[in-house]
């Protein structure tokens, strides 16, 4: 308790408390040469970073085909459904809806990785990246074959309840 006369005396003085304190809790000595530390004399200019430095002019855009043929190698390529989800992730995060090549590659790959729930989720993924719901119908007209053909039923006919229910985009 012999701090609190300290305290009420630094809270009630004009000075700042840290002056009350510093002067108080030990007596000035000057500094002597070999208690200083040695000062730094220069820095280097080049500063750290961990993400290397590349041209913005490097890349070219990519057309609408191009980015077609790219994913359609990609999901040819697919073995495991790490690879599946991944190329998914990475073909449906750009402002465009794939095209049905696409989506077709992106299916035999689900079929070939035996991965049901994610074809389902493609069909989902359609439907959100899509303007209006005609646009929706269209997409699965084109695709009812591939559908038909693989098995791969929409979430509308697997859980009719919770269309009903108002769980709709559109």
């Known amino acids: 308790m012999a701090f609190v006369p300290l305290i009420r005396s630094a809270a009630r003085s004009r000075q700042s408390p840290l002056k009350v304190f510093s002067s108080a809790a030990s007596p000035r000595?000057?500094?002597s040469p070999r208690r200083c530390a040695p000062a730094i004399t220069s820095v280097p200019s080049?500063?750290?970073t961990s993400s290397a430095v590349r041209p913005s002019g490097q890349y070219d855009e990519e057309t609408f085909d191009e980015f077609t043929a790219r994913f359609e190698k990609e999901?040819?390529?697919?073995?495991d459904v790490f690879d599946l989800q991944r190329n998914l992730n990475n073909?449906?995060?750009y402002d465009l809806v794939p095209s049905t090549t696409v989506i077709v590659a992106a299916l035999r790959a689900c079929r070939r990785v035996n991965d049901f729930p994610t074809a389902v989720r493609i069909f989902e993924g359609i439907k959100t990246k899509v303007e209006n719901i005609?646009?929706?119908e269209q997409y699965l007209e084109e695709?009812?074959?591939i559908r038909k053909e693989l098995g791969v039923e929409l979430r509308e006919t697997l859980y009719p309840d919770l269309m009903r229910r108002g769980d709709r985009k559109f």
């Open 29 to 31: 000595i000057a500094p």
């Open 46 to 48: 080049a500063s750290f």
């Open 75 to 79: 999901f040819d390529k697919v073995d």
């Open 91 to 93: 073909s449906f995060c």
């Open 134 to 136: 005609g646009q929706y």
């Open 143 to 145: 695709l009812e074959p």
